[in-house]
T-cell receptor, first 111, second 113 residues
Framework: GEDVEQSLFLSVREGDSSVINCTYT??????LYWYKQEPGAGLQLLTY?????DMKQDQRLTVLLNKKDKHLSLRIADTQTGDSAIYFC???????????FGRGTSLIVHP | EAGVAQSPRYKIIEKRQSVAFWCNPI?????LYWYQQILGQGPKLLIQ????????DSQLPKDRFSAERLKGVDSTLKIQPAKLEDSAVYLC???????????FGEGSWLTVV
């Protein structure tokens, strides 16, 4: 089955850009998602990209997809303290519409 | 538009006791999911409903977990008897149909002591 890997922690200074990386194993992946989870809350869908796209931009968020390397990244421009949360990469593949989640990357934004 | 509602938000029980969680999906969403999220891990699908029928329950520990979705709207997830390793957040989610974007509730936090 699909395996989704993320680094566990990322620390950035307020105002800098954050880049959260994700790798996956199934080359037939179709939909790739980024979710945000704040403390004590559920998962909030941030953005998603189809596998036939290389890039998607949505305000401060930029998603890059490298299908050859099976690598997905989320760039947050001008990172704010309110962006501190856990970010989950999730991927659907193999004809299944059920996403497989990574373990999440804790983003810590300090002044 | 109201989101996915879950209750209770927090529950502490002793091992071998039972617990039930309730979920009300977004209005009109045909597909409902229950996920288990253990601390430090990503969510793992337990069961998927399409209307009131089960689509996938292959990851549900059926010896102790059960779920139902009567009338194709609300759903309940029950654990009986609970084990220490069941301590987790139980996330309910819904989507308009299978294959659409999944929207999550805030979760029910279970601690088994």
């Amino acid at each position: 089955g699909e395996d989704v890997e993320q680094s566990l922690f990322l620390s950035v200074r307020e105002g800098d850009s954050s880049v959260i990386n994700c790798t996956y194993t199934d080359s037939s992946s179709t939909y790739l998602y980024w979710y945000k989870q704040e403390p004590g809350a559920g998962l909030q869908l941030l953005t998603y990209i189809f596998s036939n796209m290389d890039m998607k931009q949505d305000q401060r968020l930029t998603v890059l997809l490298n299908k050859k390397d099976k690598h997905l990244s989320l760039r947050i421009a001008d990172t704010q303290t309110g962006d501190s949360a856990i970010y989950f990469c999730a991927v659907t593949s193999g004809g299944s519409y059920i996403p497989t989640f990574g373990r999440g990357t804790s983003l810590i934004v300090h002044p | 538009e109201a989101g996915v509602a879950q209750s209770p938000r927090y529950k502490i029980i002793e091992k071998r006791q039972s617990v039930a969680f309730w979920c009300n999906p977004i209005s009109g969403h045909a597909t409902l999911y229950w996920y288990q999220q253990i601390l430090g891990q990503g969510p793992k699908l337990l069961i998927q409903f399409q209307n009131n029928g089960v689509v996938d329950d292959s990851q549900l520990p059926k010896d102790r977990f059960s779920a139902e979705r009567l009338k194709g709207v609300d759903s309940t997830l029950k654990i009986q008897p609970a084990k220490l390793e069941d301590s987790a957040v139980y996330l309910c989610a819904s989507s308009p149909e299978t294959g659409n974007t999944i929207y999550f509730g805030e979760g029910s936090w279970l601690t088994v002591v």
